[in-house]
């Protein structure tokens, strides 16, 4: 009997332990990374990256990417084995734009899409694909990850 | 500067397999002088916005729009056969006439969009909601529907032959003298609708 009553709080403290670890693991947090070594930007959303060209922001959208989305995106970009979409490929079609004005276009709809998905995550019939980061990512860290995309090595 | 392959190996190639020319331009690598189709303002590439667009009869064969914004464009007669519109948004857009065959438009929103005479044939709907659409005469013919949603959704007088409606939500939709010759609805939520075919609940 006692035995039996050991089996039982053990099973009922492990399944509770899962359960935390769980509700811990869904739980979105701003990942910590310092970003004070980058340039203050104007309030709100920027309509293209204003990080773009910037060298220190690929290095630190990596590892704010690789602790925030890298668990379905892949580790490094590399969403080729990933069960969410290659995020590498965003934008990719507008570096055979040419024209200037044309291209800086093409990169702020890329930008849009890109930020508007992070913004409100990914929401179909009640299923979240992914959550809305919406007041967890400040728009230095959004576009420091949007910089590390660009620059990501593509196989 | 990209290579072009020598003629012949381009004929070649062309001669056998035959199915490997006939790939949509966008599954087609780019050349680096690509130039940029606009149309009435609207730069033709993946993401772009043009909301409220007018793209009437737009040749736009075989494009990448993903991820394009649409909502309220006037597409009426634009040709998207086997375009590539995933994850774009058609809300309230107009598609009279357009030719989507064989186009991919998985993960859309296409909610209240219109489609009176619209050719859908063979095209990939997976995912996508046409929440409050009309089909009108239109053609869906062994179009793929897999786990959309077409709440009180309109379907008349439409090809709806070999249509795979697979677990998909037709809440209060309402069907009429449509062909529906083949069609299937497994695992489909049929609850209120009209005129849907009896049996698959």
Redesign the interface.
């Known amino acids: 009997m006692r035995h039996h009553l050991v089996q039982a709080f053990t099973l009922l403290g492990v399944s509770l332990f899962m359960t935390a670890a769980r509700a811990s693991d869904d739980e979105i947090r701003r990942p910590p990374v310092d970003t004070s070594a980058l340039p203050a930007l104007a309030p709100g959303w920027a309509e293209i990256n204003p990080l773009r060209g910037n060298p220190q922001t690929a290095d630190i959208g990596r590892e704010a990417f690789n602790q925030a989305c890298a668990r379905c995106h892949g580790q490094d970009a590399d969403g080729s084995r990933s069960p969410a979409p290659d995020l590498r490929r965003?934008?990719l079609?507008?570096r055979?734009?040419?024209?200037a004005a044309?291209n800086q276009?093409?990169q702020s709809?890329?930008d849009?899409?890109f930020v508007k998905s992070v913004r409100y995550g990914k929401q179909?019939?009640g299923i979240i694909h992914m959550p809305p980061w919406e007041g967890v990512l400040e728009p230095t860290l959004v576009w420091s990850i949007r910089s590390f995309l660009e620059s990501a090595p593509r196989q | 500067m990209r290579k072009t392959p020598h003629p012949l190996l381009s004929a070649l190639a062309c001669a056998f397999p035959l199915a490997l020319c006939a790939l949509p331009a966008s599954a087609q690598p780019a050349g680096d002088d690509e130039t940029v189709q606009i149309i009435n303002g609207c730069p033709i590439w993946p993401y772009t916005r043009c909301p409220g667009a007018d793209l009437r009869h737009a040749d736009l064969v075989g494009k990448n729009l993903a991820g394009a914004d649409f909502s309220g464009a006037d597409l009426s007669r634009a040709d998207l056969r086997g375009a590539n519109l995933s994850v774009a948004d058609l809300e309230g857009a107009n598609l009279t006439g357009a030719r989507l065959a064989k186009a991919t438009v998985s993960n859309a929103n296409l909610q209240k969009a219109r489609f009176i005479g619209t050719d859908l044939e063979g095209a990939r709907l997976f995912r996508s909601d046409f929440s409050g659409a009309e089909f009108n005469g239109a053609s869906l013919e062994i179009a793929r529907l897999d786990k959309s949603w077409f709440i009180g959704t309109r379907f008349i007088a439409s090809n709806l032959q070999e249509t795979k409606f697979n677990q998909v939500n037709l809440k209060n939709a309402y069907f009429e003298a449509n062909v529906l010759r083949y069609a299937v609805f497994p695992s489909s939520n049929l609850e209120g609708c009209q005129g849907c075919p009896k049996g698959w609940d």
């Open positions: 965003i934008g079609s507008c055979r734009v040419k024209d044309l276009r093409c709809d890329a849009h899409f179909k019939f």
